[in-house]
């Protein structure tokens, strides 16, 4: 099948031409983002493949299907991006990469987590500069302490797991629990105002839906632990930035370490080292001594490349040899309202 890539880098080539080997679709690479102005690329091609920061709303479905594309495959777990609703009237069916590999991420947000203790980024870069002195760079036991998990899905489990083992105890808040989760030891489910109370680091895992946008706020921050440390590897728009920002300044945040961000299209997965970045609240959070900010980075192994490829062509397949859609995300309307019945 005549498959059109957005936003693809070399290492989406390079992974995707690999694994292509078993598939036989034939790829093309576009560089720039899916959008509505750009849309047009894909024309006449019945699949196009997309990642987290391309656009799929009305507009940009609108063109795609008036030009022929059946299929969005989604190269990403998240699809915040794609209007179910508009695709479903399309009849352009949408699948996703579930998992790839929920460790890639788990083990970031662990790295942050390290990292953000022990100022490992001021110490790498003191000792570069025959700077020996240990001033600001006093960290914390991690064990003992208690972590905050919101979201105990797929990627929420295994970074529980790996918590547990450095001998925390574990808070979980999910809207759907997961049995599994009160199996890991000293882990347990509470209310999400008992887990924003109790925690000494909070972990994001949810997904960003309606109910979860700026799930981080004023009113929650207000509610946690004085000197906490949040970590975001899920979706920038769980946090409601300016808010953090605020948190951070009152102290109420003492760490903050995120591998997404709410505005992220406009800079994450580009080189922009020689552009006057436009965006103040991006800059002023990275002024923070206490702020660590990778650019959505955490899927970014060799095994998540290479399932995310697997996945991807497979679904594919499945979509051109008329195969139920085992990786489908379909549009799910909201349930009717009494008045509505
Ligand atoms: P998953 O679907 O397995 O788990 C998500 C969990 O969130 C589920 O247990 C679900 O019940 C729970 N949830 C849903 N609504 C909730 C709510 N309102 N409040 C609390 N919990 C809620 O997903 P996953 O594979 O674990 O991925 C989690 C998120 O990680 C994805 O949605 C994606 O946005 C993000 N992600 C980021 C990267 C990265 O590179 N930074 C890579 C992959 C995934």
Same mark, same amino acid.
Do not use: W
């Given at each position: 099948?005549?498959?059109?890539?957005?936003?693809?880098?070399?290492?989406?080539?390079?992974?995707?031409?690999?694994?292509?080997?078993?598939?036989?679709?034939?790829?093309?690479?576009?560089?720039?983002?899916?959008?509505?102005?750009?849309?047009? $690329?894909?024309?006449?091609?019945?699949?196009?493949?997309?990642?987290?920061?391309?656009? !799929?709303?009305?507009?940009?479905?609108?063109?795609?299907? &008036?030009?022929?594309?059946?299929?969005?495959?989604?190269?990403?777990? =998240?699809?915040?991006?794609?209007?179910?609703? +508009?695709?479903?009237?399309?009849?352009?069916?949408?699948?996703?990469?579930?998992?790839?590999?929920?460790?890639?991420?788990?083990?970031?947000?662990?790295?942050?987590?390290?990292?953000?203790?022990?100022?490992?980024?001021? !110490?790498?870069? +003191?000792? +570069?500069?025959?700077?020996?002195?240990? @001033?600001? $760079? #006093?960290?914390? /036991?991690?064990?003992?302490?208690?972590?905050?998990?919101?979201?105990? =899905?797929?990627? =929420? *489990?295994?970074?529980?797991?790996?918590?547990?083992? $450095? =001998?925390? &105890?574990?808070?979980?808040?999910?809207?759907?629990?997961?049995?599994?989760? @009160?199996?890991?030891?000293?882990? +347990?489910?509470?209310?999400?105002?008992? %887990? #924003?109370?109790?925690?000494?680091?909070?972990?994001?895992?949810?997904?960003?839906?309606?109910?979860?946008?700026?799930?981080?706020?004023?009113?929650?921050?207000?509610?946690?632990?004085?000197?906490?440390? #949040?970590?975001?590897? &899920?979706?920038?728009?769980?946090? /409601?930035?300016?808010?953090?920002?605020?948190?951070?300044?009152?102290?109420?945040?003492?760490?903050?370490?995120?591998?997404?961000?709410?505005?992220? /299209? @406009?800079?994450?997965?580009?080189? %922009?080292?020689?552009?006057?970045?436009?965006?103040?609240?991006?800059?002023?959070?990275?002024?923070?001594?206490?702020? *660590?900010?990778?650019?959505?980075?955490?899927?970014?192994?060799?095994?998540?490349? @290479?399932?995310?490829?697997?996945?991807?062509?497979?679904?594919?397949?499945?979509?051109?040899?008329?195969?139920?859609?085992?990786?489908?995300?379909?549009?799910?309307?909201?349930?009717?309202?009494?008045?509505?019945?």
């Amino acid at each position: 099948m005549k498959v059109a890539f957005f936003s693809t880098k070399s290492y989406d080539r390079q992974s995707f031409e690999e694994v292509n080997v078993n598939y036989n679709h034939e790829l093309t690479f576009f560089d720039v983002q899916l959008n509505a102005k750009t849309a047009v $690329l894909a024309a006449e091609f019945p699949a196009v493949c997309m990642f987290v920061n391309d656009i !799929a709303d009305a507009a940009t479905l609108d063109i795609l299907a &008036s030009q022929g594309t059946h299929l969005i495959a989604l190269r990403s777990a =998240g699809f915040n991006t794609v209007d179910l609703e +508009r695709a479903s009237e399309l009849g352009i069916k949408v699948v996703r990469v579930p998992a790839y590999s929920p460790y890639a991420v788990a083990e970031h947000a662990l790295a942050l987590i390290l990292a953000l203790n022990r100022k490992l980024y001021r !110490a790498y870069n +003191r000792v +570069r500069d025959d700077n020996f002195s240990l @001033e600001g $760079l #006093l960290g914390f /036991d991690l064990h003992g302490c208690t972590v905050g998990v919101v979201g105990t =899905g797929k990627i =929420g *489990m295994v970074f529980a797991q790996i918590i547990q083992g $450095l =001998g925390c &105890s574990l808070l979980g808040y999910d809207a759907y629990p997961n049995p599994q989760f @009160e199996a890991i030891a000293n882990a +347990r489910y509470v209310p999400l105002s008992e %887990l #924003l109370a109790n925690s000494d680091i909070i972990s994001l895992h949810c997904p960003l839906l309606s109910e979860t946008h700026h799930l981080i706020n004023a009113e929650t921050i207000a509610q946690m632990k004085p000197g906490m440390m #949040l970590i975001n590897t &899920s979706r920038g728009g769980l946090i /409601d930035t300016l808010a953090v920002i605020q948190g951070i300044k009152s102290g109420k945040i003492g760490y903050l370490g995120i591998d997404v961000y709410e505005q992220e /299209d @406009e800079l994450f997965f580009q080189d %922009l080292s020689d552009t006057v970045i436009q965006d103040d609240t991006f800059q002023l959070l990275q002024s923070f001594p206490n702020v *660590m900010i990778t650019a959505h980075q955490a899927f970014f192994t060799r095994d998540a490349l @290479e399932n995310i490829a697997t996945t991807t062509l497979s679904n594919i397949t499945e979509f051109e040899q008329g195969q139920p859609l085992k990786n489908e995300v379909a549009y799910q309307a909201p349930a009717p309202t009494k008045a509505g019945v």
